[in-house]
């Protein structure tokens, strides 16, 4: 609460230009990934985790190389979300009226043809992962990253680092490598006629990337604000095997919730 209490709420012309211009850069980049896909330049889950992990890192460049205030890009992912939830509430209460419905009929089948060629399955069956990755972001922006590089700030990039660069890779690695498969016990009891595999191949890579993200994390932007210790490199190993256990455990619509809600406890509690 005291991270959304302090926030600093002066923007400057700068901060809305430097904002505007990296969102037509970025909504550029989406756009030409999603021609790609159309044209299977890349297809299924990888062209959907390169778009994972394009969203996910932007905040990243914002807030530490463009200098873009916590409060704008608080601002940004209420839009966001806003925009998501729209999206997310449309695709499961169809409309009353029967002109209503032919239309949304054949607004859906576009759509879910759009989205199952860049998710990878239908709009209807992707769940609450999209809604719940810009509900997080926004969550960790207002009431757990400041203004400032500290502690906190630090733990808090370094736990969505995993959302974003980890789990994709993971997910990307196991899809399209993975071999040897295992049942979480969490699919067994939630699921037991339908299963969710996860792979040993995927999870080593979300193990190796959180390792290799949190510690890139502090090492970029952690000098003078987080003493380098045998305490720090242990809470990152402990905290890159817990997060892993909790991602294979998790359902892909909220593990973008457990993952950087999981890495920023153990980095920071």
Same mark, same amino acid.
């Given at each position: 609460?005291?991270?959304?209490?302090?926030?600093?709420?002066?923007?400057?012309?700068?901060?809305?230009a430097?904002?505007i211009?990296?969102t037509?850069?970025?909504?550029?980049?989406?756009?030409?990934l999603?021609?790609?896909?159309e044209?299977k330049?890349?297809?299924?889950?990888p !062209?959907?985790?390169?778009?994972?992990?394009?969203?996910?890192?932007?905040?990243f460049?914002e807030?530490?190389?463009?200098g873009?205030?916590?409060s704008?890009?608080?601002?940004?992912?209420?839009?966001?979300?806003?925009?998501?939830?729209?999206?997310?509430?449309?695709?499961?209460?169809?409309?009353?009226?029967?002109?209503? @419905?032919?239309?949304?009929?054949?607004?859906?089948?576009?759509?879910? #043809?759009?989205? #199952?060629?860049?998710?990878g399955?239908p709009?209807?069956?992707?769940?609450a992962?999209?809604?719940t990755?810009?509900?997080?972001?926004?969550?960790?922006?207002?009431f757990?990253?400041?203004?400032?590089?500290?502690?906190?700030?630090l733990?808090?990039f370094?736990? @969505?680092?995993?959302? !974003?660069?980890?789990?994709?890779?993971a997910s990307?690695?196991?899809? #399209?490598? &993975?071999?040897?498969?295992? @049942?979480?016990?969490w699919?067994?009891?939630?699921?037991?006629?339908?299963?969710?595999?996860?792979?040993?191949? &995927?999870?080593?890579?979300?193990l190796?990337?959180?390792?290799?993200?949190?510690s890139?994390v502090?090492?970029?932007?952690?000098s003078?604000v987080?003493?380098?210790?045998?305490?720090?490199?242990?809470?990152?190993?402990?905290?890159?095997?817990?997060?892993?256990i909790a991602?294979?455990?998790?359902?892909?619509d909220?593990?973008?919730?457990?993952?950087?809600?999981?890495?920023?406890?153990?980095?920071?509690?």
């Amino acid at each position: 609460m005291l991270s959304l209490l302090s926030m600093d709420i002066s923007w400057r012309w700068v901060d809305w230009a430097i904002m505007i211009c990296h969102t037509i850069i970025l909504g550029t980049l989406l756009h030409l990934l999603i021609l790609w896909e159309e044209r299977k330049v890349i297809q299924g889950e990888p !062209a959907r985790k390169i778009m994972h992990i394009l969203a996910g890192m932007s905040p990243f460049l914002e807030y530490f190389i463009l200098g873009i205030k916590r409060s704008m890009l608080t601002f940004m992912f209420v839009i966001n979300l806003v925009v998501q939830a729209k999206i997310h509430f449309e695709e499961h209460h169809p409309p009353s009226s029967p002109s209503s @419905i032919s239309n949304k009929s054949n607004s859906t089948d576009r759509t879910n #043809k759009r989205a #199952k060629n860049v998710y990878g399955r239908p709009a209807d069956e992707r769940g609450a992962g999209i809604l719940t990755f810009a509900f997080i972001y926004l969550v960790f922006f207002t009431f757990i990253i400041e203004d400032s590089v500290t502690p906190r700030t630090l733990a808090g990039f370094a736990a @969505i680092s995993c959302l !974003a660069w980890g789990d994709a890779w993971a997910s990307i690695i196991g899809s #399209k490598f &993975g071999k040897l498969k295992y @049942i979480p016990p969490w699919y067994r009891i939630s699921a037991p006629g339908k299963p969710k595999y996860r792979t040993i191949e &995927g999870s080593i890579t979300m193990l190796l990337n959180c390792f290799a993200t949190i510690s890139l994390v502090y090492y970029l932007w952690g000098s003078g604000v987080v003493a380098s210790s045998n305490e720090l490199y242990l809470r990152i190993i402990l905290a890159s095997i817990t997060v892993t256990i909790a991602e294979a455990c998790s359902s892909s619509d909220y593990d973008n919730i457990v993952v950087p809600v999981t890495a920023f406890l153990c980095l920071y509690i």
